[in-house]
């Protein structure tokens, strides 16, 4: 079992930074990639970005691509999600999740709770 816990949301204005952390505990060992996903009210969870366990490779979501930035620290076992130029439709729910190098939501395996970013105009 893997654990992942986000932190880092906030509210913002339309313009700001924010910067997303995902912490890993348990069998963090094997060579997970690491993707981020938002859910806004009412919207299906959607992709944002996915890094692979060397962190050598990135994909991104068309609407975050040049302004997102995906990273990870192994030895500290977190990813994160620099977030800048926000807009108000970044607003979601962000959860971080811990699986096979994709964009596609079913090749995640863990999880975690999330958490609120909102982007006011």
């Known amino acids: 079992q893997v654990q992942l816990v986000e932190s880092g949301g906030g509210l913002v204005q339309t313009g700001d930074s924010l910067r997303l952390s995902c912490a890993a505990s348990?069998?963090?060992?094997?060579?997970?990639?690491m993707g981020w996903f938002r859910q806004a009210p009412g919207k299906e969870r959607e992709f944002v970005a996915t890094?692979?366990?060397?962190?050598?490779?990135?994909t991104y979501a068309d609407s975050v691509k040049g302004r997102f930035t995906i990273s990870r620290d192994n030895a500290k076992n977190t990813v994160f999600l620099q977030m800048n130029s926000l807009k108000p439709e970044d607003t979601a729910v962000y959860y971080c999740?811990?699986?096979?190098?994709?964009?596609?939501?079913?090749?995640?395996?863990?999880w975690g709770q999330g958490t609120q970013v909102t982007v006011s105009s």
């Open positions: 890094i692979n366990w060397g962190g050598s490779i990135t």
């Open positions: 348990g069998r963090t060992r094997r060579s997970y990639a």
């Open positions: 999740a811990a699986g096979d190098y994709s964009s596609r939501r079913s090749t995640y395996n863990y």
